[in-house]
């Protein structure tokens, strides 16, 4: 009996069906960041800059002090990390597997000032975020409604209007983000010397426009503009008045305007109709 040739895929098509799988599980690698920053681990291996590479159990013992937990699941949950990057897999000579942070992993560690970016990947994967994720195809299908509030029952700008919590979280995430940036970007860029009022529009808590003002003394009146609800938690911050308002109603009045991380004008709008 003649036997049928062989068929053989090529090495791109061989490539695409792996690509294709890894994108199909990639759920798992920010569901499982999630998950190490609830727990903690960063901050268990980092533990005040020793970053000594741990076991799960080790690392497990000091997430829970109390007893108790999956050695095991939490190990997978570190290798499959390990291979986005975010720790380092280290062998000790009788082969167990030991974990210590990468620059990535480091990240989520706060610095001397508090600040990480745990709370940035927190605040994009809050529950009712993801919830609203699974219908982004509607934004296709059937534009009228913006999918959070499909999702949620309440638009956006009323969600965190009624969460102190989600605000905090959304202020946390901004600063431990945008004070690294902002700092960076001071030592560069020049272009705020000669204003004397400054408009920052949806400025939330105010830090950028505290750092710019701090580096440039002509800025003698900082305007931090922001939706009313975004400035409750505000503090006082010298020099700086916090305006409530809609960028698309009206925006204060200045020598220039600074917008940082606005959005595009068309997801802005749709939020101001939520
Ligand atoms: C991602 S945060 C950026 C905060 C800050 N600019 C930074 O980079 O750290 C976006 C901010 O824009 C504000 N915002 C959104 N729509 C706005 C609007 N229509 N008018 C004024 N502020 C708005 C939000 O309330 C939020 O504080």
């Known amino acids: 009996m003649e036997m049928k040739k062989e068929s053989r895929i090529t090495e791109s098509e061989d490539k695409a069906r792996l690509a294709i799988l890894e994108l199909a599980h990639m759920m798992s690698v920010p569901m499982s960041l999630v998950a190490v920053i609830k727990m903690k681990v960063p901050e268990a291996i980092w533990e005040g800059g020793s970053n000594t590479p741990l076991s799960a159990r080790q690392i497990l013992h ?16 570190l290798r499959m990390l390990t291979s986005y990057d975010i720790f380092a897999e280290h062998f000790s000579e009788s082969g167990e597997r030991k974990y210590s942070l ?115 003394p002509s800025v003698r009146i900082g305007i931090n503009f922001d939706l009313p609800h975004s400035l409750v938690s505000a503090s006082k911050i010298p020099g700086v008045t916090h305006v409530g308002g809609c960028a698309f ?20 709008n749709d939020l101001t109709k939520a």
């Open 102 to 216: 990468t620059y990535i992993g480091k990240t989520l560690v706060p610095d001397s000032q508090g600040l990480s970016y745990a709370p940035y990947m927190l605040q994009h994967h809050q529950e009712e975020l993801m919830r609203a994720w699974q219908l982004v195809g509607e934004t296709v299908e059937d534009s009228t409604t913006e999918p959070f509030k499909k999702a949620n029952g309440e638009g956006v700008l009323s969600y965190y209007d009624r969460r102190a919590d989600a605000r905090d979280l959304l202020g946390e995430a901004m600063q431990g983000m945008s004070i690294p940036f902002m700092r960076e970007m001071l030592e560069q860029y020049d272009g705020f010397e000669g204003v004397e009022t400054l408009v920052d529009v949806g400025g939330n808590t105010g830090v950028c426009l505290r750092m710019i003002m701090s580096k440039f």
């Open 62 to 77: 000091r997430i829970r002090p109390q007893g108790g937990g999956d050695a095991d699941n939490l190990e997978r949950i």
């Open 249 to 268: 109603e009206f925006v204060p009045q200045g020598d220039a305007i600074f917008m940082k991380c606005l959005g595009r004008k068309k997801a802005i």
